[in-house]
């Protein structure tokens, strides 16, 4: 419709399906203890709706916590980085983007606003909403995993890569030093990296966030039973399962369970394959850590990303990190 939105893809619809398929048959199928799935697959369109209702639950507080910091300190942030180009990993939330665009804005450098998603119709829908409200603004959309493609990032200008919403707590430490590697060796001196991260806290208000008494995040977590039996031809009962998201003490991360309520057998046509439960057998579906600050600033530290500021909200539930190259 005349928007100025550039497109660039990575990803294909296939490459899921078959990315899929060889994560449950390692994940699931496998000998390999726990079972377990990435949380990408949490996040069809029920899914996302899912966790849009998650957002405005009483007890799950990230979201309203980084909403606190980022109304006081985008300016500050803006300002910190110098940046022109705004980078947004896991394309997520339009009202953060908003905030950090216009804090952008502000600062007169401004050009270009790069959303970076796995979903092409997602991520198309945002990016012209963007470019429509941010005439002057060049929007580069990039379709990519970004386990896979961060190496693909716009090259030029000055960069500020934001990943926000406590994104980067699904990546088991391992993971997480392989990402920060990887983004840092494509960004250059002077780009930033904005970063958002759950704070530990009390463990009873970190099982209430994960352990809502409405129901909503079983629902989420259930739903991936969903996913499978639509993308895998699967036999899954979601009533068969239950959802516990326990604090794991020694790794710290809240873990989302999906566990067996019986012996049961289950088909996957697609992969020609049956996967038994036992009887309160675990299947997980999400790891999300729990940080502290320095935690945070050594491990950017560690792959060259030193630290320029950090916010968090009145509470001490979350943090803003910046980060320069
Ligand atoms: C979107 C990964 C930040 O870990 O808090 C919310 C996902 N899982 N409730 C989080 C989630 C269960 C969320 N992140």
């Given at each position: ?20 398929r ?7 199928c ?7 799935l ?7 369109e ?9 957002t ?6 990230p ?22 180009t705004?980078?947004?990993l ?57 386990g ?10 000055r ?12 990546l ?47 629902l ?5 039973l ?14 068969a399962?239950e ?12 873990e ?7 012996p ?24 999300s ?10 491990e ?22 910046l980060a320069?190259?």
């Open positions: 419709d005349g928007s100025s939105v550039t497109m660039e893809v990575h990803v294909r619809p296939g490459d899921a399906q078959r990315t899929l060889a994560e449950v048959l390692a994940g699931l496998g000998e390999r203890q726990p079972r377990e990435s949380p990408r697959w949490l996040y069809d029920r899914g996302s709706q899912l966790f849009e209702e998650i405005r639950l009483p007890e799950y507080y979201t309203r916590c980084e909403r606190e910091i980022l109304l006081a300190h985008a300016g500050d942030m803006a300002r910190a980085s110098g940046a022109d705004l980078i947004e896991g394309s997520g939330s339009s009202e953060k983007t908003r905030l950090l665009l216009d804090a952008l804005r502000e600062t007169g450098r401004l050009m270009r606003f790069v959303p970076f998603d796995v979903s092409e119709a997602f991520l198309r829908q945002s990016a012209e909403a963007v470019a429509s409200e941010y005439p002057e603004l060049h929007v580069h959309a990039v379709v990519g995993d970004f896979r493609h961060l190496g693909r990032l716009p090259r030029g200008g960069r500020l890569v934001a990943f926000l919403g406590g994104t980067i707590g699904n088991k430490p391992p993971e997480r030093a392989r990402f920060y590697a990887e983004l840092a060796a494509g960004l250059s001196p002077g780009d930033g990296l904005l970063l958002g991260t759950d704070l530990l806290k009390c463990r009873k208000r970190l099982f209430a966030a994960y352990n809502d008494r409405a129901g909503v995040t079983a989420f977590n259930r739903n991936v969903n996913v499978l039996n639509r993308e895998l031809g699967a036999d899954f009962n979601p009533e399962f959802h516990l998201a326990p604090f794991d003490e020694e790794n710290e991360w809240v989302m369970q999906l566990i067996s309520t019986r049961q057998t289950v088909l996957l046509r697609a992969l020609e394959r049956y996967v038994n439960f036992a009887e309160g057998e675990v299947l997980r579906t999400e790891v850590c729990k940080f502290r600050v320095e935690q945070v600033e050594a950017l530290a560690a792959a060259g990303l030193h630290l320029v500021e950090r916010w968090t909200d009145a509470a001490g539930d979350f943090a803003l990190s320069r190259k």
